[in-house]
């Protein structure tokens, strides 16, 4: 069974820096795509940043330049690097993952239980 596990969350100030990670777990044969979303509460979930298998990432324009994806492959792990942090970017933040099982020659879309980043004025 696989599974994402998202962690890093946490309370910080107007300015500060936080640090999202998700590591992925069990009968994985190869993780194409992954991503972070995020949802403030009352909205729709939207999309933070992705990327690639051959590391190409994409991100909102809301976060450009704010912050940073990247991932460890050995480690089959996806993190967030956040600065610059505003009240806007409170929500719960979502790991996911585009994952071929073990057995299987189709790749499935996974998501993590999400974490909470609160952002204080």
């Known amino acids: 069974q696989v599974q994402l596990v998202e962690s890093g969350g946490g309370l910080v100030q107007a300015g500060g820096s936080l640090r999202l990670s998700c590591a992925a777990s069990?009968?994985?044969?190869?993780?194409?795509?992954m991503g972070w979303y995020r949802q403030p509460l009352g909205k729709q979930r939207e999309l933070v940043a992705t990327?690639?298998?051959?590391?190409?990432?994409n991100s909102a324009d809301s976060v450009k330049g704010r912050f940073t994806i990247s991932r460890d492959s050995a480690k089959n792990a996806v993190y967030l690097q956040m600065n610059s942090l505003k009240p806007e970017d409170t929500a719960v933040y979502y790991c996911?993952?585009?994952?071929?099982?073990?057995?299987?020659?189709?790749?499935?879309?996974?998501w993590g239980q999400g974490t909470q980043v609160t952002v204080s004025s």
């Open positions: 996911n993952a585009d994952i071929r099982p073990y057995r299987s020659g189709y790749y499935y879309n996974y």
């Open positions: 069990g009968s994985i044969f190869s993780i194409n795509a």
């Open positions: 990327i690639t298998s051959g590391g190409s990432a």
